[in-house]
């Protein structure tokens, strides 16, 4: 299959600082990725839809000016958390599906642990 | 927003048994994707099985099978000749080829295999 990689799989930041998550498709081009977040034992929570060369769409209740995403390539889309907070801290996946291809499910990343404190 | 629901939060099996873990849905389309995603300690999501809306015949991958009852919007997954390595999260997962290809998770089940 499809392999997405995301980095870092952790990182610890100081509350007010910025931290940025990158994902990237290794052998397949992605014009859409999804990131998403994590609570312990829960469920995946679709954060963001990011498009190559347009803006990202955000579900809702999430803050656009605080989780910036960029999606500057057809293999790279990036997540900054800005002005980090504890309550932040959580876990971030990426997804993308391989659009030139015919399956249909969506590959993840290692996804991130991010712990502001 | 299509839901999906997994209402086992947690089920065990012993090893060599067969469980079934289950899902249902809510929508209002006739053409979507299904999906059973496994989540390890290590938290790298992994797609064990899928399912076409259209198909009527039930996926099946090595160990693992799924009933799929459309006008039930019911998703289960059975894994037969339960192994060790199969305990972890279970999330089924939706797809609509019409909502930005967004994917509705359910709130997962843990799934515990007993020696």
């Known amino acids: 299959g499809a392999v997405v990689s995301q980095h870092p799989s952790w990182v610890i930041c100081k509350s007010g600082t910025s931290v940025k998550i990158e994902c990237r498709s290794l052998?397949?081009?992605?014009?859409?990725m999804f990131w998403y977040r994590q609570f312990p034992k829960q469920s995946l929570m679709l954060m963001a839809t990011s498009n190559e060369g347009s803006k990202a769409t955000y579900e809702q209740g999430v803050e656009k000016d605080k989780f910036l995403i960029n999606h500057a390539s057809l293999t790279l889309s990036t997540l900054t958390v800005t002005s980090a907070h504890p309550e932040d801290s959580s876990f971030y996946i990426c997804?993308?599906?391989?659009?030139?291809?015919?399956?249909?499910?969506?590959?993840f990343g290692q996804g991130t642990r991010l712990t502001v404190v | 927003a299509q839901t999906v629901t997994q209402s086992q939060p947690e089920m065990s099996v012993q090893e060599a048994e067969t469980v079934t873990l289950s899902c249902t849905y809510d929508?209002?389309?006739?053409?979507?994707?299904l999906f059973w995603y496994k989540q390890p300690p290590s938290r790298q999501m992994i797609l064990v099985i899928r399912?076409?809306?259209?198909?009527?015949q039930n996926a099946t991958e090595n160990r693992f099978s799924v009933n799929f009852q459309k006008a039930a919007k019911s998703f289960s997954l059975k894994i037969s000749d339960s192994q060790l390595g199969d305990a972890a999260m279970y999330f089924c997962?939706?797809?609509?080829?019409?909502?930005?290809?967004?994917?509705?998770f359910g709130t997962g089940t843990s799934l515990t295999v007993i020696p």
């Open positions: 929508t209002s389309e006739s053409d979507y994707y």
């Open positions: 052998d397949f081009q992605a014009t859409t």
């Open positions: 997962a939706y797809r609509s080829p019409n909502t930005g290809n967004q994917f509705y």
């Open positions: 997804s993308a599906r391989d659009w030139g291809r015919t399956h249909t499910e969506a590959f």
């Open positions: 399912q076409e809306a259209y198909k009527q």
